[in-house]
């Protein structure tokens, strides 16, 4: 199954593209679930048919969703109080019922990471269209699951739980319970969610696409938000410039803003593949009007990625790693070796990412941002590989 991730900056018209996407690929008999978490549903008023907690069919071939954010956290939180029951009523702590809980922020983004995972191992359909939030929310929702499961690991790692037969002498030493079984078991099971959605993020059919006005604002949050992908592992397969005004019009007001876009689109086109949806005049509102907008097709074999990349042992003996960041700027970027880890920072962004076995026996000698990468300079460590006789 393909699935397509469109974002883009706020009230650039990423959810209405969104749409318009899934319907013509269902038009073109393509079995498609557009999933959104959008909570003013504006999938529902662009299709003409308000989109539910659970998948439903808008047209043939055509099925939205849009979970239902409150009731997997009241799900959530009432299991995660069963389980840590011995250690709330050691401290005494009141339980909460489920008619007093409402969902706290980061809520959607997790409903809607947990949909992206139950709809992508469905194998029901042949593509999947996910309306993300605005850009900078839909970067960090996509590095959730990476950060989750690196938390879990250092909190709770796996190997703690050979010492379950100690827990009880260490539980008597300590004078407080130990962790269980049961939380083990608990934080494997969350792993095991995360890693689900982290392998459709990093599956090679996966794309995504950005959606922005054209115009100098749009310009700044498209540089953002392609180095933020990139440090992510992910690229934009098509960029929609929508709602591009007719180049001649008799109103110089309009033609002034005309000339703005074109000047953005031309140096768009430098970097994307550009595809330019016309600006109705209007809001698009039902079927008809989502038809009107040509946005390009999502049915096109996407190029393979790989990020990051490592060269082949050079004549001086250092490895050169290649990290793609494209749009970054020298003075924005930091770089940090901590152990095993390379701790990337470009601007707002921060990536922690684990070093292959052979680097870490490595020292780094320095790095470089060259033609939109970063090119870190590792030389063998003779204390560390083996030596030649």
């Known amino acids: 199954m393909r699935t397509v991730l469109i974002t883009g900056p706020g009230g650039s018209g990423r959810t209405t593209i969104a749409a318009a996407t899934a319907l013509q690929a269902a038009r073109q008999g393509k079995r498609t679930l557009l999933l959104s978490a959008d909570r003013t549903d504006t999938p529902g008023a662009a299709l003409g048919k308000p989109t539910g907690p659970t998948p439903a069919d808008a047209e043939p071939h055509l099925t939205t969703w849009r979970p239902d954010s409150g009731e997997d956290f009241r799900d959530d939180l009432l299991a995660f109080q069963e389980r840590a029951a011995s250690a709330l009523d050691l401290l005494g702590a009141t339980r909460l019922e489920a008619e007093e809980l409402t969902p706290l922020p980061g ?14 191992t469905a194998d029901t359909y042949e593509l999947l269209i996910v309306d993300l939030p605005p850009t900078p929310q839909a970067l960090a929702l ?3 699951p990476e950060q989750l499961r690196r938390y879990l690991s250092r909190l709770l790692p796996a190997e703690r739980q050979a010492a379950r037969a100690l827990r009880p002498v260490l539980g008597r030493l300590a004078g407080v319970p130990m962790p269980t079984d049961r939380l083990y078991e608990t934080a494997a099971r969350w792993d095991l969610e995360l890693a689900a959605v982290a392998a459709v993020l990093a599956d090679r059919t996966t794309t995504v696409r950005l ?9 700044d949050a498209l540089r953002t938000a392609t180095t933020g992908l990139a440090l992510r592992g992910l690229r934009a397969d098509a960029l929609v410039a929508n709602r591009v005004l007719p180049d001649a019009s008799p109103d110089t007001w309009l033609a ?3 000339a703005q876009q074109r000047k953005a689109l031309d140096e768009w086109r430098g970097t994307y593949e550009v595809c330019e949806v016309s600006h109705l005049g209007r809001d698009p509102r039902g079927t008809d009007d989502l038809t009107a907008l040509t946005v390009p097709g999502a049915g096109q074999a996407p190029r393979p990625v790989e990020w990051p990349m490592t060269d082949q042992l050079a004549t001086d003996g250092v490895i050169v790693w290649h990290i793609p960041l494209p749009g970054a700027i020298r003075d924005d970027l930091d770089l940090i070796r901590r152990g095993d880890e390379l701790v990337v920072t470009v601007g707002p962004f921060h990536r922690i990412v684990p070093l292959p ?16 990468e970063l090119r870190i300079r590792f030389a063998p ?9």
């Not at 959606?211 to 310009?219: D, F, Q, S, Y």
């Open 142 to 144: 996509l590095a959730l």
């Open 256 to 258: 002034g803003l005309a």
């Open 211 to 219: 959606v922005a006005e054209p115009g100098p604002a749009g310009t």
């Open 107 to 120: 809520a959607e983004e997790l409903a809607l990471l947990r949909a992206l995972r139950d709809a992508a």
């Open 357 to 372: 076995s052979a680097l870490r026996r490595c020292t780094v000698q320095g790095a470089a941002l060259r033609d939109g």
């Open 381 to 389: 460590d003779p204390e560390l590989w083996p030596q030649e006789r």
